[in-house]
T-cell receptor, first 110, second 111 residues
Framework: RKEVEQDPGPFNVPEGATVAFNCTYS??????FFWYRQDCRKEPKLLMS???SGNEDGRFTAQLNRASQYISLLIRDSKLSDSATYLC???????????FGAGTRLFVKA | DAGITQSPRHKVTETGTPVTLRCHQT?????MYWYRQDPGHGLRLIHY???????DKGEVSDGYSVSRSKTEDFLLTLESATSSQTSVYFC??????????FGQGTRLTVV
């Protein structure tokens, strides 16, 4: 079993839809949590950090559930430009052990 | 842009040859990382550095070595390239527990 697991998708949604991704992690010692976005054949870039209290950045909302060991990403009012792969990232061991999920692919269609 | 550049961007090499990939940063990141990305596996850590001449292994370090003689440069060497090392390699700086900034990646093909 992988330490960080994501549904690979793809998720195909129309513009304006709300879509949610979940990510589970197996190591309870995990410390920090992030969502990164990766466009096709490009490098990953930070989308947002994930805090226990939950956090929102415009149309994006991230949640962390430590008891159930999962994090989520909600995208509201999807745009064509949201089409990308979303990577769940977990760190532990002082942050040196940064574990990436394999990613969830999202396609937003007109 | 976080100022991480990788070279070369593309390389084709023959099995058994040594290969060195270069990562150069202009942001004075103390921590630097080398990852490989393969379909279905996501990004996997090869080696990382927490300072000049301070490096350690990641989860897939066999067949790879690194060096960091100055803050700006982090080199990844494939000692004797194999076909299983065909991959996309990303260098990153920043962290731990904070944002990591990635280079644009190097596509390596071992034939």
């Amino acid at each position: 079993r992988k330490e960080v697991e994501q549904d690979p998708g793809p998720f195909n949604v129309p513009e304006g839809a709300t879509v949610a991704f979940n990510c589970t992690y197996s190591n309870s010692a995990s410390q920090s949590f992030f969502w990164y976005r990766q466009d096709c054949r490009k490098e990953p870039k930070l989308l947002m950090s994930v805090y226990s209290s939950g956090n929102e950045d415009g149309r994006f909302t991230a949640q962390l559930n430590r008891a159930s060991q999962y994090i989520s990403l909600l995208i509201r009012d999807s745009k064509l430009s949201d089409s990308a792969t979303y990577l769940c990232v977990v760190t532990r061991g002082g942050g040196f052990k940064t574990i990436f999920g394999a990613g969830t692919r999202l396609f937003v269609k007109a | 842009d976080a100022g991480i550049t990788q070279s070369p961007r593309h390389k084709v090499t023959e099995t058994g040859t040594p290969v060195t990939l270069r990562c150069h940063q202009t942001e004075n990141h103390r921590y630097m990382y080398w990852y490989r990305q393969d379909p279905g596996h996501g990004l996997r850590l090869i080696h990382y550095s927490y300072g000049v001449k301070d490096t350690d292994k990641g989860e897939v370090s066999d067949g790879y070595s690194v060096s960091r003689s100055k803050t700006e440069d982090f080199l990844l060497t494939l000692e004797s390239a194999t076909s299983s090392q065909t991959s996309v390699y990303f260098c990153a700086g920043g962290g731990p527990n904070t944002e990591a900034f990635f280079g644009q990646g190097t596509r390596l093909t071992v034939v």
